[in-house]
T-cell receptor
Framework: DQQVKQNSPSLSVQEGRISILNCDYT??????FLWYKKYPAEGPTFLIS?????DKNEDGRFTVFLNKSAKHLSLHIVPSQPGDSAVYFC???????????FGKGTKLSVKP | DARVTQTPRHKVTEMGQEVTMRCQPI?????VFWYRQTMMQGLELLAY????????DSGMPKDRFSAEMPDATLATLKIQPSEPRDSAVYFC???????????FGEGSRLTVL
């Protein structure tokens, strides 16, 4: 039973437009939510996070929104660039031990 | 430039053989995670250590997998005996806070024939 779900395996966006990646979760005890970015043949790299007590966090072109009532978060990339093409993983932290659980990822393709 | 180092980067072995993957976490990080990436399951958590103590290895097949941290500079993941279904990329990651911000190694790609 997946606690962190990314229902879209892939997303294609035109350069300069907005990319919206979605993530749903089932455990209301999650403390932090994070997005990681992964290029082929590399390990994932941390992109942006949000605490469960906030509803928005922004870092440059990247903004993460959290809707706790819907158990939903999203990552907005504006404007999208070809270099953003990668697999994006949604992740959540829970428990005093800081267990980190990932979704299955969404492959973003930004076309020039 | 601090980074997590994993060896080997690639490993091809035959079914039944023992496989050991090694990870050197970033100095000063007190948490170490092992993940496995497959097409079907995405990033699966296998094991998690804090201050070298195992906290969670519930995602790991206990009969064939084992994870240890002999010291603060080395984490190992061992598969014995290996099976074709173990073929995947295995990632090690380290961090020092409970916020989920981890640094990942480049992964060890395992192929079991």
């Amino acid at each position: 039973d997946q606690q962190v779900k990314q229902n879209s395996p892939s997303l294609s966006v035109q350069e300069g437009r907005i990319s919206i990646l979605n993530c749903d979760y089932t455990n209301s005890m999650f403390d932090y939510f994070l997005w990681y970015k992964k290029y082929p043949a590399e390990g994932p790299t941390f992109l942006i996070s949000i605490s469960s007590i906030k509803d928005k966090n922004e870092d440059g072109r990247f903004t993460v929104f959290l809707n706790k009532s819907a158990k939903h978060l999203s990552l907005h990339i504006v404007p999208s660039q070809p270099g953003d093409s990668a697999v994006y993983f949604c992740a959540a932290v829970w428990g005093s031990q800081g267990n980190l659980i990932f979704g299955k990822g969404t492959k973003l393709s930004v076309k020039p | 430039d601090a980074r997590v180092t994993q060896t080997p980067r690639h490993k091809v072995t035959e079914m039944g053989q023992e496989v050991t993957m090694r990870c050197q976490p970033i100095l000063g990080h007190n948490t170490v995670f092992w993940y496995r990436q497959t097409m079907m399951q995405g990033l699966e958590l296998l094991a998690y250590f804090r201050n070298r103590a195992p906290l969670d290895d519930s995602g790991m097949p206990k009969d064939r997998f084992s994870a240890e941290m002999p010291d603060a500079t080395l984490a190992t993941l061992k598969i014995q005996p290996s099976e074709p279904r173990d073929s995947a990329v295995y990632f090690c990651a380290s961090g020092r806070r409970n916020t989920g911000e981890l640094f990942f190694g480049e992964g060890s790609r395992l192929t079991v024939l």
